[in-house]
């Protein structure tokens, strides 16, 4: 690289060469803006340190830093220029720290400004509440910020992008590159952008090819149009990323050469908060939630249209919590396999769930109204409870494969659509469908092939429930002749199934309690 083998001087036409104070100042002719290169070398010179450096420059210099001792110095750069480490014989960039408490390490008021190959490291004393890099920038397309190839550890925060009060504006177009953000006690990146931007004024801040990892926080962001691409965010001891806004994304490229994902996060691993944002192609969510606590997950998905797609959660505590304030969002072609629930949701209505493969516990609870699953598969239960009414299950295929398991669970839920779903067994489990105190539940399989359940001890269990009567609708099932149907009616309240168009109905085995009824029907 051309940055381990650099040259003091610039390849081109020059009309002249001056030297003044033994700094050389090169000349660039007339297409091109006239520029100065200082060298910063902590032994020869000439500047001794990168503010005496930036003391002398103009905007549009560049400013040569060489690691041959630690710059032990506050750095304020405040005119638009190219500030850039050259390593060490070993390979090691210049390294930058505080020289006192309570700071900004490096701070930044211009734009146009790239900041490259250093590392900046306040382990020595570990002075307090020292922030790494601090930009108050509100820059513009063409004239951004640039953190490029830096290694950032032991401040309160490695990198914040934030206005110091009402008065100025948010700071916008902060490029954070190819950074290794660690051991931060309070936060890796803290950004406060624009909110609510006008339509050609997007705040695009860009954190992309990045290592987040062992802080307290990983990424606090409050704004809209920020991007997240290529990510490393794990092992932080609170959540991974927490995003507070709209037009917000996180990605993965398809043609990445590394792993990327959220892993390893004590608590959640990413916190969406807001609308319109999206997460697509193959951001992975793995092992988050160490504390184990129901209260977070690998991704909290809160507000409404958003999108998250192509993802996968592994081994989080839960994979996926919806609240009452997750309102239309689509999570569509995700893996799901996690260690106490692939989704829970309390409260959320209107999301789309589609082509997603579930392992362990999704549920639906306390009016969460009006949400949809198609096209998926569950190789665990679904639970529906809480009067979370107006559901559908589309399409869906259910693998039924643990002892005493079933495939869908309703309770206390009324208005259910459960259409052209299959479901299929192993020996000794029980039931395909269990309903208890719902009211009109319909079970319309396909009426052309009709869909089928098979393998399984029981294909409908149905009683009321705590003073709710039971009725189900149930048409266009291929049934095996050794499955039973379980009415039990067993309490005050009655329990009605109408069926019709269910071949060998007359094979199969019935166990129809008091008050149940089981009714043939063929007007619906």
Same mark, same amino acid.
């Not at 001056?18 to 050389?24: G, K, Q």
């Given at each position: 690289m051309w940055l381990k083998n650099p040259e003091k001087k610039v390849i081109g036409l020059m009309l002249?060469?001056?030297?003044?104070?033994?700094? %050389?100042?090169?000349?660039?002719?007339?297409?091109v803006s006239a520029y100065t290169i200082w060298t910063v070398d902590k032994i020869n010179g000439p500047c001794f340190t990168i503010q005496e450096a930036i003391s002398y420059s103009t905007s549009g210099d560049y400013i040569y830093v060489y690691n041959t001792g630690v710059y032990s110095e506050f750095v304020t750069i405040n005119k638009s220029l190219s500030i850039i480490g050259f390593d060490n014989i070993n390979g090691n960039p210049p390294i930058i720290r505080p020289p006192s408490a309570n @700071?900004? @390490? &490096?701070?930044?008021?211009?734009?146009?400004?790239?900041?490259?190959?250093?590392?900046?490291?306040?382990?020595?004393?570990?002075?307090?509440?020292?922030?790494?890099?601090?930009?108050?920038?509100? %820059? *513009?397309?063409? @004239?951004? &910020?640039?953190? !490029?190839?830096?290694?950032?550890?032991?401040?309160?925060?490695?990198?914040?992008? %934030?206005?110091?009060?009402?008065?100025?504006?948010?700071?916008?177009?902060? &490029?954070?590159?190819?950074?290794?953000?660690?051991?931060?006690?309070?936060?890796?990146?803290?950004?406060?952008?624009?909110?609510?931007?006008? &339509?050609?004024?997007?705040? $695009? @801040?860009?954190? !992309?090819?990045?290592?987040?990892?062992?802080?307290?926080? =990983?990424?606090?962001?409050?704004?809209?149009?920020n991007y997240f691409r290529n990510l490393q965010i794990h092992s932080n001891n609170n959540y991974g990323i927490f995003i507070e806004g709209d037009h917000n994304d996180i990605w993965n490229n398809q043609d990445k050469s590394s792993y990327w994902d959220i892993s390893y996060n004590y608590n959640s691993g990413a916190i969406i908060s807001g609308n319109n944002n999206n997460i697509y192609d193959e951001v992975d969510f793995e092992y988050n939630n160490q504390g184990h606590s129901t209260s977070y997950s690998g991704l909290e998905l809160y507000g409404e249209n958003n999108w998250v797609s192509e993802s996968s959660f592994y081994a989080n505590y839960i994979g996926i919590i919806l609240d009452s304030s997750s309102d239309y969002n689509e999570i569509e072609y995700g893996d799901f396999d996690n260690g106490f629930k692939d989704i829970y949701c309390a409260g959320g209505d209107y999301n789309v769930l589609n082509t997603c493969v579930f392992f362990y516990n999704v549920e639906l609870i306390y009016f969460s109204t009006n949400n949809q699953f198609d096209s998926c598969t569950f190789y665990t239960?679904?639970?529906?409870?809480?009067?979370?009414?107006?559901?559908?299950?589309?399409?869906?295929?259910?693998?039924?494969?643990?002892?005493?398991?079933?495939?869908?669970?309703?309770?206390? $839920? +009324?208005?259910?659509?459960?259409?052209? $779903?299959? *479901? +299929?067994?192993?020996?000794?489990?029980?039931? %395909?469908? !269990?309903?208890?105190? $719902?009211?009109?539940?319909?079970?319309? =399989?396909?009426?052309?092939?009709?869909?089928?359940?098979?393998?399984?001890?029981?294909?409908?269990?149905?009683?009321?429930?705590?003073?709710?009567?039971?009725?189900?609708?149930? !048409?266009?099932?291929?049934?095996?002749?050794?499955? =039973?149907?379980?009415?039990?009616?067993s309490q005050e309240d009655d329990t009605y199934v109408y069926w019709n168009n269910i071949p060998n109905e007359e094979y199969l085995f019935f166990n129809i309690g008091s008050n149940a009824y089981w009714i043939y029907d063929d007007t619906f």
């Open positions: 002249g060469i001056m030297a003044i104070a033994s700094i %050389a100042i090169i000349f660039i002719p007339d297409s @700071n900004n @390490n &490096v701070y930044i008021t211009s734009n146009k400004v790239e900041f490259n190959n250093f590392k900046l490291d306040n382990s020595l004393n570990n002075y307090q509440n020292v922030i790494g890099i601090r930009s108050i920038v509100n %820059a *513009f397309e063409h @004239n951004e &910020v640039t953190l !490029k190839n830096l290694e950032i550890s032991n401040y309160y925060t490695g990198i914040k992008i %934030a206005r110091i009060n009402p008065q100025n504006s948010y700071p916008r177009y902060h &490029v954070i590159d190819t950074c290794d953000i660690h051991d931060n006690t309070g936060y890796g990146i803290e950004i406060y952008s624009n909110p609510n931007p006008d &339509v050609n004024q997007y705040a $695009c @801040n860009f954190i !992309k090819e990045s290592d987040i990892d062992d802080n307290g926080y =990983g990424i606090y962001c409050y704004g809209d149009y239960p679904l639970y529906l409870s809480g009067f979370s009414h107006y559901n559908e299950v589309i399409d869906t295929y259910f693998h039924i494969y643990s002892e005493n398991y079933y495939g869908i669970f309703i309770q206390n $839920c +009324d208005y259910i659509e459960i259409t052209r $779903c299959d *479901f +299929d067994g192993e020996p000794q489990t029980t039931t %395909a469908i !269990k309903i208890y105190g $719902c009211i009109n539940v319909n079970i319309f =399989g396909d009426s052309t092939s009709l869909s089928y359940i098979t393998g399984i001890e029981c294909a409908l269990f149905a009683d009321d429930y705590n003073d709710r009567p039971t009725t189900v609708y149930f !048409k266009n099932y291929d049934i095996d002749i050794d499955i =039973g149907i379980i009415l039990s009616g």
